[in-house]
């Protein structure tokens, strides 16, 4: 936690608020937090600042609270990603969170085992709690946005072209031919494939919706490597 984000049912004055519950545990354990101490806060979907620790008990801290300072720059991509297996869908949310994605669509795809969408990481309340772990990670208070499309195909005939519009969309496909492009300064789509990949036919029907497929080399990654990878390679410029 490298900023407390504040909710708006912590604040108990304009300039005030309480951390309760793993916040006010994390001042302990990793903090070493006392009162007078300045943490880093930040209100979610707002800015950030620092909060002065002004009174401390065994179950809450309060704090006045500055809050002065714009988020960072919301990373200008639509992350489609086909639904990975729960554990590792929990991480790829925090990373794909604290990397600044705030458009997420999760995609069913044929080699997505139904049973993933039975997890209850998707559920409002275990989406919210990760995404603020990936918020409070990286010192952001935006929270993203998740839309979940449990059926392939009338999602890319009818949603993604508009989402595609005139900006570059890509198809990340272990053994194309084009390697994935890097410096990109404006918005873009990036589709990711499930742990067993994108069959021919997702990948045709993807691009015919406007996707180009590209690589990242002749090594196939994890889908919580490719994530990073395909981020960080894309937009170099806005981490
Ligand atoms: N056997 C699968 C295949 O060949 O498509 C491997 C899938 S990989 C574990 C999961 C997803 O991560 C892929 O669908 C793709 O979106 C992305 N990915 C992993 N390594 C990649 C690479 N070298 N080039 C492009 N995409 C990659």
Known sequence: MNLALLFDADFIDADRARLTGRRRTHLDTVLKAVEGDRIPVGRVDGNMGTGEIVKLTDDEAELIVTLDTPPPRPLPL???????????????????TALGVKDLWLLNAYKVEKSYWQT????????????????????????PKVHIRKRFKPFVEDELPGLVGEHPALVAHPGTQTPCPTHLNQPAVLCIGPEGGFIPYEVEKLQEAGCQAVHLGQRILRVETAVPVLISRLYDGCL
Request: aromatic share 4%; hydrophobic share 50%.
């Open 120 to 143: 209850p990481w998707l559920t409002e309340e275990a989406l919210a709690d990760n995404m603020v772990l990936g918020l409070e990670q990286a010192r952001d208070t935006l929270m």
């Open 78 to 96: 639509t992350l489609v990603l086909a639904m990975p297996r729960p554990k590792m869908f929990r991480r790829v949310l925090q990373t794909a």
